[in-house]
């Protein structure tokens, strides 16, 4: 590769981080199934934690959740059994507690209006990574989600990460939908289809730049 593929490939990868976004609101068109196959490609190809799977291959499954499919109707009503079961641990503790509150708050509505991406995109993307020792399966799992969001934002896909379905690993009907031992494996969980909006560079929060050199 020549300096000027280089900075090419450079500018493009630039591209893809600034306009990275997540998408709350979906057309009903469908994806077709090879985009929706390309975007998981990327996920299989991210990085894991070699010693926590033993040097296996079979640590890592995807399964894709249609909108209009019963599975889907009864991953909602997990989703929003979950989020009642939160909100009652932790609402008594909000009172002083200010991003507490806003958790709170944020969980009430998922409650009431559904978690966004999951029933409106077309598509619900449920990765599986084997718990292993170390347990840093979620790890892998943020990997897994990056390589598909970028993915994703090439291919002009709306994506939504799912974090709730990360809390359903002992979850034994949601498991048994999976067809997967309960316990065994981490989750996560992304909703993909097409963006109501085009997404633009402008209109993302990101961290104030903050480095500091120790030398």
Known sequence: MNNLEKNNVNEVLD???????????????????????????????????????????????FFVISNNSVQMDKIKNIIVDVIKTQISTHENKAEINITLQSFISSLKMQA????????????????????GIP???????????????????????GFELVSVIGRLSDNKEFCDILGVQT????????????PTTSVTREGRAVPNPSIKWIE
């Open 135 to 157: 347990a840093i399966e979620q790890k892998s799992l943020s990997h897994v989600m990056q390589n598909m969001w970028l993915k994703s934002t090439a291919l002009g896909l």
């Open 15 to 61: 591209m893809l981080l600034r306009t990275r976004r997540s998408v709350r609101s979906f057309t009903k068109e469908v994806p077709s199934k090879q985009l929706v196959e390309d975007i998981i490609e990327t996920g299989r190809l991210a990085p894991y934690a070699i010693l926590a799977v033993a040097k296996q291959t079979d640590f890592r499954h």
């Open 112 to 131: 009431e209006k559904g978690v966004l991406g999951v029933g409106t995109a077309p598509y619900l993307i449920i990765v599986a990574e084997r718990r």
């Open 183 to 194: 316990g065994e494996y981490g989750f996560d969980a992304c909703a993909i289809g097409f």
